[in-house]
């Protein structure tokens, strides 16, 4: 394979299809990614808060990410940033970048020297771009998917992943993906602004683990809502949303076993014995665990019904 050489540094080509995209009602934006290369998601996908995404790829150059955010954190829309950077890259023509600022502006560059098939569409509220392609039908089937799915952001941007795998895909295969989302609108709490970051470093079929790994995403986020809703007394609410989670995600005892101790605390026992019950029948480990609670504080519950529920 030929190598290019990169601001002093030979790099090999990251071949990989993605897409960035936002969801102004949501208030959420981000990147995901696959590649048949190790780790796209320590490469491709750069996010900030109230600033905007970045996908570099193709022969990648990673600063195309940090500058990218910095540029558009101090004024410059998506264009401007990139007409920036590629000026000053003297191998712009083998890079693949695009970028979607927190207002929705959106710039995209496929260099003339990418390895096709390779090309970019930009649609209303998102960007889908691909090098080293089967066919020429990838990126397309991308921007439709995501323009044709009813669901949230995430939902869509996981369709237009799938659509680029069904139209053929990485031509020389599969290896990794990423998704990283975040809010368009910063906070005075950082650690709360990105709400979404899941890497599949290596994997026969990322795409399709990726999106199981959305799903327990999903299913945590319930339960977590849940234990919320249970501290403040909302017993309906609580139960609800530990429902959800249950659906989502029917095969983690662990998110089971949080819930039969909230409900525990609030004095569900018949409840959560029959929960605990289940769990124990596939796991006694768990037996230990909860024995353990009490002497910690996470478990308010009197030594007989602790019996009870470890019969």
Known sequence: MKLVKSLGVFRRPISTYSIVAIDKKEGLMGVAVQSHWFSVGSVVPWVEAGVGVVATQSIAEISYGVLGLLLMKNGKTPEQTLKALTAVDPNS????????????????????????????????????????????????????AFSKTNGNLVEKMIASLEAAETAGGDIRGRQSAAIVVVRTKASNEPWKDKVLDLRVEDHPNPVFELKRLVRIHNAYEHANRGDEFMAVGNISGAMREYEYAAKEAPEIDELKFWQAIAMLNHGMVREARDILKDIFKRNEGWKKVLKSLPKVGFLLTDEKTLNLVLE
Not at 111 to 140: D, R, Y
């Open 93 to 144: 023509e083998v890079r693949q970048v695009a970028m979607l600022s927190a207002d929705g502006k959106i710039a995209t560059f496929t260099g003339k020297n990418c390895i096709p098939e390779a090309g970019h569409i930009t649609g209303e509220n998102f960007s889908v771009q691909a090098n080293l392609m089967t066919s020429k039908e990838v990126w397309p089937a991308m921007a439709s």
